[in-house]
């Protein structure tokens, strides 16, 4: 191939009642980024094309666009390796999603920057500074439950294609919440509590989707979904009585009970009487369905050989007071394991 077509997402408020595309015929050349071929495009054929950017190495995160319908760094990504990904001659370029654009491929950063303000994204510790001056120190295990969400170079990526936040604008969104991670689970850092209690406001942590989007999508291997669930984890930890935490709960209750869930009185044990109320026209819609078992508004049967789900969990209980790594230590110790692995093999090549 020699030739490519770059359609770019066009939009002047000044003068554009709606937004369009524009098409740029440009040369595939071994090597050329995205952002490379925005640059030929602006200096050759349209100079009025505006897009962001910065460092051009993948660290300030100014220039995440989408790209094909999927977030990516322009500075990143080779034209090469795309037109071989979606298998086309057409690489279509849009403002990263879920944001409001404001000129082309700009977008706006005030509303990600309030969001991010809620939690605090700095340093606040918990004791002076060491008496001999030098900085404040952890251990390598307690670094490794940290040291990936550091990576993020808050490029909006992840937000740009996060499922949860297309249907909620409120929802804090899966960079606001994974840097907070970085900071509830610093070990040096003194204000976890006001920082789970701000994202814990308005079902924040329950409103992720878990499809993975933002994960998948990171450039940096940041994990933000998992940094969800480990914030999850650490305010369970710590105490709150989420709506997760509490649906856990009740599973965990129905498992060791009768060894089957009982879904049918999961709203009204979750949610009260009012909660079950507003689910009751879905309940309507799942009994004429065939999908309602009447035995479960009763407390329905339990399985076959209940003892034995009794025993392992009874195992599992004394076995939990043994366990001293919490999950989301076992998480970074597993990502820093595959990071190093990683390193190795390109110091080998």
Sequence with gaps: MEFFNLKV?????????????????LPVEKGMTLLAALFKAKEEQDPTISFRYNCRAAICGSCAVRVNGHAALACKVQITHLLEKYQTDTIVVEPVGNIKP???????????????KRIKPWFIPKEPPPPDGKEYRQSEYEHNKIDFASDCILCNSCMSDCNALKANKDFLGPMVISKAYRFIADSRDGAKKERLEEVLKDYNLEWCVRCMECTTRCPKEVQPYENIIRTRIIAAEEGYKTPGEIHATIFEQDIVNRGLLNEMLLPMRQEGILGALKRAPFGIRMFFKGKVNIADFFGGHKIKRLDEVKTIYEVAQR???????????????????????????????
């Design 9 to 25: 997402f066009r939009y002047d408020p000044t003068k554009d009642s709606q937004p369009y595309y524009k098409t740029y015929k």
């Design 319 to 349: 076995k939990k007071k043994d366990v001293k790594i919490k999950i989301p230590q076992i998480f970074g110790l597993v990502y820093e394991s595959k990071r190093k692995a990683k390193q190795q093999g390109g110091n080998q090549s």
């Design 102 to 116: 404001l000129k082309d491929l700009i977008y706006d950063m005030d509303w990600v920057i309030d969001k991010m």
